[in-house]
């Protein structure tokens, strides 16, 4: 077991992070050269190497002699960077003894730097600091004052942070000497019950549910009847081994080492990350600390283009939710729309994520609503309701209060955009909570807003005004009651739930405003007046009309007496009318993607 290192890397998105593993997967000779021909060996997903960031957790272990000639065992476990997976974060940080901290030379501390560190502190772990792209020709300028701004972080000394290059593979060296020196070997009992962490799951249609485990004491062999501890299931374990490009099978797992098993799972929400794993005839006292259930935060109609296409969606979501428990779903229907479902996402790089895959991977055309967020409705009699829909909001009548869930945003931004960032933030009913000098010219900002107002375009809107520069990392607060109103658009009279709002009161007029007049160029002009109207309840707040086409049926007329002209138009009006009456308006998709991009 002291040949054994368990360590995880952290860093804010684009900071190098898998970059890095790469690097040392190469040098360890996990990899050869001739596998190396693609970047970014562990993000395998299309999406990630286009974006740049990882999305799924990659787990593998690497062989390494020390200066020192002893050989050594490193598990590596690569985590996502965005704060949509922070749970799995979090649980993996609890599966290693150490951590590489990696800030970028030319970018200096960001948000979720600061936030994934925090937690790796509150799991006890060793910090290496790792200055990354010191090869950049822009790094020779910034690389002290980052180094300064680390150390006023961790508070570690100036000779302990390792200034690297991942892409030119400078000081890599420097890091695998540090994680073998520095980071602790696991502490563990190979002769006590077993007790293991799953700190992810992955589907394989032929095995069933593969799940990657951290063994902290007792020992994990083929054939044992295992138990989840929090779910309370049972299992007989068909294979066991460490997790190398390929997984390696060994037939057993001890206590301090990182690996795999199957079980003939075949549900991936069957198995729970942060559950612990035991023996069934030989039980541990009690689960690791730290699970819970991982809740949808952000939830969005996905219906199908085509309605024809409806049973192929609901086949798309299935597979994808073999891969991806995280997400949730349940058919719905709506009258401007059709068919369709309604999904629950982690966050909002989870919903474009999910949604791109569905289009990519499955062929699927969709049409997606407004993202919104989870609502606590407390009613007259103190009974709790929850409403991820608005047209699920009942009658206000039977309504005692309408809560929504806030978030504690931290904001870390160069000193001249603070004032930019404080109205964008005071827009959208936040509270400031405090602000901290990192250094003379950044500055970090912790805010408390509603998730309702983030979840529209808060992040693009603080990208633009302040040049790119601004860094966002959230967490979730609490839910606090809020003066909440459901704003329904009306077609002649006719509501469309799908452009239902929940929205604040004191927004609500400009909101409707905006919208009405939107529609107005979207849908086109009918053979009669349609009428676009937002309300709240039966009060109607703003008001838009589309003309009706109309032919010039006094054309034929040239002279004569005016009663002729007025009886024709009379007989247009009337036609008009009864038109009207029995007329459907056909709403255009754009009209729905066009709330999108509505400014708040």
Not at 353 to 358: A, G
Not at 383 to 390: A, G, L, S, T
Not at 520 to 531: D, G, N, S, W
Not at 533 to 556: L, T
């Amino acid at each position: 077991m002291t040949n054994y290192r368990n360590f995880c890397i952290i860093a804010h998105i684009d900071h190098g992070k898998s970059t890095l593993a790469d690097r040392l997967l190469e040098r360890t000779g996990r990899v050869s050269a001739r596998e190396m021909i693609y970047n970014q060996i562990l993000d395998d997903n299309p999406l990630e190497q286009e974006r740049g960031i990882t999305i799924k957790l990659h787990a593998i272990q690497m062989d390494y002699t020390g200066v020192d000639g002893k050989a050594y065992k490193l598990n590596l476990i690569d985590t996502p960077g965005h704060v949509d997976f922070s749970y799995e974060v979090s649980r993996s940080l609890h599966a290693c003894e150490g951590a590489l901290l990696v800030v970028d030379a030319t970018q200096g501390v960001e948000a979720q730097t600061i936030s994934n560190l925090f937690m790796a502190l509150d799991q006890g772990l060793e910090v290496i600091p790792v200055i990354n792209k010191i090869d950049l020709p822009s790094a020779a300028t910034t690389v002290d004052n980052v180094k300064q701004q680390v150390m006023d972080l961790i508070g570690c000394k100036e000779d302990e942070m390792i200034l690297a290059s991942a892409k030119a593979g400078i000081g890599i060296d420097d890091i695998l000497e540090a994680v073998v020196k520095r980071i602790p070997p696991p502490s563990g009992n190979p002769d006590a019950p077993l007790r293991a962490l799953i700190y992810d799951s992955v589907f394989d249609p032929y095995r069933g549910v593969i799940v990657n485990v951290r063994v902290f004491d007792g020992t994990m062999r083929e054939k044992d009847k295992i138990r989840f501890m929090n779910l309370g299931q049972t299992y007989e374990l068909d294979e066991v081994g460490v997790l190398f490009m390929q997984r390696q099978r060994t037939g057993i797992l001890e206590a301090g080492n990182v690996g795999y098993f199957t079980a003939a799972i075949r549900r991936l929400q069957d198995t729970k990350v942060g559950d612990t794993v035991t023996l069934v005839n030989n039980p541990c006292e009690k689960p690791i600390e730290g699970f819970r259930e991982v809740k949808p935060m952000v939830f969005s109609g996905i219906y199908p283009a085509d309605s024809d296409d409806f049973e192929n969606l609901r086949e798309a979501l299935g597979k994808l939710t073999l891969n991806d428990a995280a997400i949730s779903y349940e058919p719905e229907t709506s009258s401007a729309l059709g068919f369709g479902f309604r999904c629950g996402f982690l966050g909002l790089l989870h919903m474009e994520i999910v949604q791109e895959r569905l289009e990519r991977e499955f062929n699927q055309t969709i049409v997606n609503t407004v993202p919104n967020v989870r609502y606590r409705v407390i009613s007259n009699k103190n009974e709790e309701v929850w409403v991820d829909n608005p047209s699920q909001l009942p009658n206000p009548t039977l309504i005692n209060e309408i809560q929504e869930p806030f978030i504690r945003a931290q904001i870390i931004t160069p000193t001249e955009f603070v004032g930019t960032i404080m109205k964008l933030c005071m827009d959208r009913r936040g509270t400031m909570l405090g602000q901290s000098y990192l250094s003379a010219d950044r500055v970090d900002l912790t805010f408390e807003l509603p998730l309702a107002e983030v979840v529209f375009d808060f992040y693009d809107k603080l990208k633009s005004n302040t040049r790119g520069y601004a860094s966002l990392d959230y967490e979730y607060a609490d839910y606090k009651a809020g003066d909440l109103v459901r704003m329904d658009i009306l077609l002649n009279g006719e509501p469309v739930d799908a452009l239902s709002s929940i929205v604040h009161r004191q927004k609500a007029h400009d909101w409707g405003k905006k919208l009405c007049s939107k529609l107005k160029e979207l849908i086109p002009r009918q053979m009669f007046e349609v009428a676009i109207q937002a309300a709240i309840g039966a009060k109607i707040i703003a008001r838009e009309s589309i003309a009706a086409m109309r032919k010039n049926v006094i054309a034929k007329c040239y002279g004569g007496d005016i009663s002729r002209k007025r009886k024709l138009l009379e007989k247009q009006k009337e036609g008009k009318k009864r038109m009207k009456q029995v007329g459907k308006v056909e709403i255009p998709q754009e009209a729905f993607l066009a709330v999108l991009s509505l400014d708040k």
